[in-house]
């Protein structure tokens, strides 16, 4: 069984800079496109970043290119999302999610596995 743990969230100002992380264990970590989402109360969860099963390609949501940098580390099993300049916008509980598949995904849907959610809250 997949299991997913996000860590290295807390509190930031605006301009500040925050490393989220997200470890997979119970399978192979290679085979697995991953993913990062967010969301606010009261607000459907956001797509924020992907990144494909090499860590070659990523994709970025609008509202974080330029800012935002994913990475994947096959041999060490862990994601992070480099988050910087961070603005009050950006304040959610993030979710790393991961999927079975070839091609990067910026659907929710799409992701079968889903961590627990690392709460970001930026302060002016």
């Known amino acids: 069984q997949v299991h997913l743990v996000e860590s290295g969230g807390g509190l930031a100002q605006t301009g500040d800079s925050l490393k989220l992380s997200c470890e997979l264990s119970?399978?192979?970590?290679?085979?697995?496109?991953m993913g990062w989402f967010r969301q606010v109360p009261g607000k459907e969860r956001e797509f924020v970043a992907a990144?494909?099963?090499?860590?070659?390609?990523?994709d970025y949501a609008d509202s974080v290119k330029g800012r935002f940098t994913m990475s994947k580390f096959n041999d060490k099993n862990t994601v992070y999302l480099q988050m910087n300049s961070l603005k009050r916008e950006d304040t959610a509980i993030y979710y790393c999610?991961?999927?079975?598949?070839?091609?990067?995904?910026?659907?929710?849907?799409?992701?079968?596995?889903w961590g627990q959610g690392t709460q970001v809250t930026v302060s002016s």
């Open positions: 999610a991961a999927r079975f598949g070839i091609d990067i995904s910026t659907s929710e849907g799409t992701y079968e596995n």
């Open positions: 119970g399978d192979t970590f290679s085979i697995y496109q």
């Open positions: 990144i494909s099963r090499s860590g070659g390609r990523t």
